[in-house]
């Protein structure tokens, strides 16, 4: 528990120090209220995987009062499936309020990404050598 906590804790310092250089991805599946961003700075390779930040922003508050989640997810470039790593949740549009909500456990469950998703716009940028 306590290995959870202080792994949360440096991944909310990390967030609210590093200066993001979010570009907008215009999905040509994408809900209504919803805008989704991606930081290229913060791509990670190793090997067949990248790990990247992504941005989701709603026009509203959603139920639990964030309006903003900034998710870390990983990519297996050559098994083309994505997997979720870390959320944090914002109360704010622009993800620069405190964070009031994080959740962080590494998913075993690798999923497909349908065509014309954000994932595939953000695979298809990170995983190209």
């Not at 090997?47 to 998710?71: M, N, V």
């Not at 959740?103 to 065509?115: K, V």
């Amino acid at each position: 528990m306590i290995k959870k906590c202080l792994l949360t804790l440096i991944l909310l310092i990390a967030a609210m120090t590093v200066q993001a250089e979010w570009i907008e991805v215009k999905p040509a599946k994408q809900r209504q209220g919803e805008t989704h961003y991606f930081d290229p700075t913060t791509v990670q390779k190793n090997g067949q995987f990248s790990k990247i930040w992504l941005l989701t922003s709603f026009d509203t508050k959603q139920e639990g009062s964030y309006q903003a989640i900034k998710s870390r997810y990983e990519f297996d470039c050559l098994g083309n499936k994505i997997r979720s790593i870390t959320m944090l949740l914002y109360p704010d549009k622009k993800a620069a309020e405190a964070v009031i909500g994080a959740h962080h456990e590494e998913s075993q469950d690798w999923f497909d990404f349908a065509t014309g998703s954000i994932f595939q716009y953000i695979f298809e940028t990170i995983c190209v050598d």
